[in-house]
């Protein structure tokens, strides 16, 4: 950076430098989220608290998990106990908020 004059340049090197890191570790959280599964001796409520915080790292990225996604992450990462559960919610007639669900997975 030392070599650049220009304002306008040095903010685009920043830029492009920044956003390349960026796309990274989007695509590794993004890695993370789509291979996580519960494991036997774990809780509901560390599960939920993996998923929300990637929501959140997501959204100090700039982007925005949708409610589906989420779902559709969170059912996938479920044991196999939970099966019953997860045909209930995907018969509904109106897909639940993920806030919504995690307040039904913690009572279940």
Do not use: C
């Not at 890191?21 to 774990?42: A, G, N, Q």
């Not at 560390?46 to 990637?54: V, Y």
């Not at 100090?60 to 209930?88: C, H, R």
């Amino acid at each position: 950076m030392t070599h650049i004059d220009d304002p306008y340049e040095g903010w685009e090197a920043l830029k492009m430098m920044f956003e390349a890191k960026d796309f990274v570790r989007k695509f590794h959280l993004s890695k993370k989220l789509h291979t996580m599964k519960m494991e036997e001796s774990s809780q509901m409520i560390m599960l939920l608290k993996f998923i929300k915080e990637f929501k959140t790292q997501f959204a100090g990225l700039g982007k925005k998990m949708e409610d589906v996604v989420l779902i559709q992450l969170m059912s996938n990462a479920l044991l196999p106990s939970y099966e019953d559960f997860i045909q209930t919610i995907m018969a509904q007639d109106a897909l639940l908020s993920f806030e919504k669900l995690v307040s039904k997975l913690l009572y279940e």
